[in-house]
């Protein structure tokens, strides 16, 4: 215990060094000036109590770690609940399509709200599973990938406004546009690993986010673009003349389109733009969970998993790096575009804010927390960032700080994330 008090006071004092600024200094408007002030007594007892608390932990460190491997069983308690393989694929199945069917009539009977937050979920699911590609499977560090997100929600943006195409036309456009981009970027990285892969893309980022501030007559700059459409359903109509119209969810509908209410006869609800762009979200989150799914068992997930584990050994073994890091960049590029669409969709109005850095930090962090390479985790971890998000907006000042902390908690209780992938092994037996 001895040994470890030196560290220990070291690391309750470094804790007043980064809290104190932090948390017991205000800046106040005074006239014309900022002035700094300290803040109220309960704010310093909180952070003496957190400078006790590292003091304690570090102190009591090995007895601590001790106790604890002591109480934590050799099987997780959930696998211990959980049944035999084969049944276990059969529950999850079943849980599947019972959540597809919870998905499906969840946005009738809640509020505009949940709907519109549930639908922002989804695109965050779509962006978890195709930066997963890049990160999880191919094990290639991708700090820019906000970057095809913000190409897919200008290109629906910039081809409705000045060319007039819809959301249908432009969702596959804004895909292989940003699949374009990946491609590009892929080729500038081969032969970079680690921290200089990250670099590179991490700067490719903050390029496109540059460009999009500084192309003022094309994107507006950072104004950005306003009055995106919302996606119109094409509906047969067979009275007075059999005919495709456009179906919007407005109360008014532009040229060449009709509304919803006018063409079933049904009464006005304003909530079902909000509904109809939900539905649309959670079809492509379950084409992208299908096609991922699918580019898993297929060569090209067994070659992105290689490329993984082992650069040298997958190149020895006659593997074309080149190919697979460029898939790995553009099909992951190519979901992207499809979220950023429907952000686009969604929001009405972008600007190169909505694409910063951060953006890319929090898809990485879904990526990590439900564990990489894994579908279902990423999935529960965007939902749950998501959810976490938009109930702590209230304490929007101490986010960031609470999301480093959870990342640090994670690392510490469960490194490979809520979910880890499962990858088939083999076991020989000595004998």
């Known amino acids: 215990m001895l040994k470890n008090l030196p560290f220990a006071l070291f690391c309750s004092i470094l804790t007043l060094i980064l809290a104190f600024p932090i948390l017991g200094l205000q800046l106040e408007h005074k006239g014309t000036s900022l002035i700094v002030t ?8 909180y952070i003496l109590s957190a400078m006790l608390a590292v003091f304690l932990v570090q102190l009591f460190k090995s007895k601590l770690a001790f106790a604890y491997n002591s109480l934590r069983p050799e099987q997780p308690i959930i696998s211990q609940w959980l049944p035999c ?6 529950i999850v199945k079943a849980v599947f399509v019972l959540l597809i069917l919870t998905a499906l009539i969840l946005p009738f009977y809640s509020s505009r709200q949940w709907s519109d937050i549930a639908t922002l979920a989804l695109i965050y699911v779509i962006l978890g599973l195709g930066l997963n590609i890049v990160v999880g499977l191919a ?3 991708d700090l820019g990938y906000v970057a095809f997100y913000a190409v897919g929600a200008y290109s629906y943006a910039l081809l409705s406004q000045y060319f007039g195409l819809s959301f249908w036309v432009c969702l596959p456009i804004g895909a292989m546009l940003a699949a374009t981009f990946g491609l590009l970027l892929g080729f500038p990285v081969l032969r970079l690993r680690g921290d200089y892969l990250a670099i590179v893309t991490l700067g490719f980022g903050e390029i496109i986010r540059i460009m999009l501030n500084n192309m003022t007559q094309l994107t507006g700059g950072p104004n ?7 996606p119109m359903l094409p509906m047969l109509q067979f009275e007075p003349e059999f005919d495709i119209v456009m179906l919007e969810f407005g109360r008014r509908a532009t040229e060449g389109g009709v509304p919803y209410h006018v063409f079933f006869d049904v009464p006005y609800n304003s909530s079902m733009k909000v509904i109809v762009l939900y539905l649309i979200a959670l079809a492509l989150a379950l084409f992208t969970i299908f096609v991922v799914q699918r580019l898993i068992r297929m060569p090209v997930g067994r070659a992105w998993e290689a490329l993984r584990e082992d650069e040298i050994a997958c190149r020895s ?11 790995a960049f553009t099909i992951g590029a190519l979901f992207a575009g499809f979220a950023g669409s429907i952000f686009g969709a969604r929001q009405g109005h972008i600007s190169p804010e909505s694409f910063v850095f951060f953006e890319s930090v929090i898809i990485l962090a879904i990526v990590v927390l ?9 999935m529960i971890a965007a939902v749950t960032v998501v959810l976490l998000q938009e109930l702590s907006r209230e304490f929007d000042e101490y986010r960031l700080l609470a999301f480093g902390l959870t990342m640090v908690l994670m690392m510490i209780w469960r490194p490979q994330g809520l979910l880890p992938m499962k990858r088939p092994h083999l076991k020989l037996e000595q004998g």
Do not use: C, F, H
């Open 38 to 45: 300290g803040t109220d007594a309960g704010t310093y007892y």
């Open 85 to 90: 393989e084969e049944k276990r694929q059969l």
């Open 139 to 141: 094990g290639l560090l």
């Open 224 to 230: 950005g673009i306003g009055g995106i459409p919302r």
């Open 317 to 327: 073994l006659g593997m074309n790096r080149t190919t697979i890091k460029l898939s």
């Open 370 to 378: 439900g564990g990489m390479g894994s579908q279902l985790g990423v």
